[in-house]
């Protein structure tokens, strides 16, 4: 079984409260829930967290270096997940080779003139569209996969460089 916050927040509030009726309403879930819950996560951890029956409940010694992980945990996940702390989204631009070539510090600066907010993050992976690792891509050619649109940024000329012997520069004559 796959653990979730709701586990942690469950023996927290099981901790905290010192019964399972004060715990399951402080979480607005019935106490057979909030039973099983806690009987997964002990099952998970191999350790009992709590002793109880019908008449008391207390934390076992286990529990206690437990609760400090399982406090950091959620708090933790709870500031990494709160909007206000998340910041700006970076716009993942994948690209080949050179991203747009002579035009790439022009394009950098621009984007920052026109979007301080959001940062661009510049991704060597022309083929990331498709799987996620990029928001937009860069490319030399046609779109990768129908489906997806497109714009033509500026054409480009291919060019050819020979030496003046003939010879690709660099390479012995035989």
């Known amino acids: 079984m796959t653990m979730e916050l709701r586990h942690l927040r469950a023996f927290l509030a099981i901790a905290e409260e010192g019964t399972i009726t004060h715990a399951a309403a402080r979480l607005g879930i019935g106490q057979p829930s909030l039973s099983r819950t806690l009987k ?18 207390s934390l076992t010694a286990a ?5 400090v992980r399982a406090a950091a ?15 700006p989204w970076p716009l993942r631009l994948g690209h080949a080779g050179s991203a747009l070539g002579r035009h790439t510090p022009a394009v950098l600066l621009r984007w920052q003139q026109l979007h301080p907010e959001t940062p661009l993050q ?17 490319l030399r050619g046609p779109a990768p996969a129908p489906g997806l649109d497109s714009t033509v940024l500026f054409h480009e000329e291919p060019v050819v460089a020979l030496s003046r012997h003939g010879e690709p520069a660099g390479r012995p004559s035989v």
């Open 63 to 67: 529990s206690t270096s437990f609760r």
């Open 73 to 87: 945990a959620v708090s933790a996940a709870e500031a990494a997940l709160d909007p206000a702390r998340a910041g």
């Open 122 to 138: 510049l991704l060597r992976a022309d083929d990331g569209l498709a799987q996620g690792r990029v928001d937009a891509v860069i």
């Open 40 to 57: 997964a996560l002990e099952n998970h951890l191999g350790v009992r967290l709590v002793d109880r029956s019908t008449h008391h409940l």
